[in-house]
């Protein structure tokens, strides 16, 4: 018998006991991650017929709107609610018109989606520099800097177009000042008081967009997206931005890119009580997946701890281009 009034306690290691089966450590796993958590963007390009892959992005396509009944289909059957559209015009101009024509690329996808599979949740992505020649997310003013409130009705109209070929959740992109407002009167005073903003609210001036600029051809002609971009440096300024957002009316807010702003991730998640999402952009996915392609990193178990980092981290919802190879593993 021990005499209890004299044992030491041994050191805990109830650490280690609680890791010793996979079964227990699914019990005390802290953090999910599924198929319904995920976004999967799509770019879809005018007059193309079929795919054309992304050459920075290994994996990814771009795709004809021929393809988008098979799209439908596959994320239906990999249970991911939602996609992200992208387009590529056949022509640019300075006012990005391609964005809000009614017949324009993603207006004419949207219905397309719809008609395969009306329970596919299509997030449409606002901005114009898929759409300007000189690949500005707005009107630019003799300076050379883009005219923000030259910007907000164009972004208004793009939404409302958007809403009116049948889509579910409207994600402005463009980082101008005052944007949540202007989208959000237009939406309500065109009948589309039901439709919920997504907004991209701490936006980062970041390298990691630089194959989503390859696969979109959105890339800046000259200069770059430092005037309404965010600094990288700044996280106070970010939970102002996402402060500001909701003021004016967003439902959901957005931290992209997600790996190197998990911290802001974190901290959005602490002050805010709308869903948050984080956009996994283009260049986080392209680093992996050749990291992948050169045997330097294990696929699965790399992609399952960067998706559920994120996760950790506080984000609802998970923009990734991973979403389709993850979910078919599951
Ligand atoms: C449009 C937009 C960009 C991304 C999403 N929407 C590019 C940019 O701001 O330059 C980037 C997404 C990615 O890198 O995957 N403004």
Redesign the pocket.
Known sequence: MLDWKTVELPPFKRHRRLRRSSGIRSMVRETDLAPRNLIY?LFIEAGLQGRSPILSMPGQDRIGVDQLNAEANDLARLGIPAVLL?GLPVSKDDLGSGAYARDGIVQQSIRRLKEANPELVVVG?V?L??YTSHGH?GPLLPDGSVDNDATLPLLAETAVTLAEAGCDIIAP???MDGRVTAIRLALDSAGFAQTPILS?AA?FS?A??????D??D???QFGD?RGY?MDPANARMALDEVATDIQEGADMVMV??ALPYLDVLRQVRDRVDVPVAA???????SMLMAAIQNGWLDEHRAIDETLTSIRRAGADMI?T?HAKQWAARQ
């Open positions: 963007p992208f992505d901005c520099c898929e997310c992109s463009d980082m991209y936006k970041s990691f967009y630089g194959p989503f600029r696969a979109a959105s890339a800046p997206r971009q992209k890119p956009y996994n952009v283009s260049g986080e996915y923009i281009y």
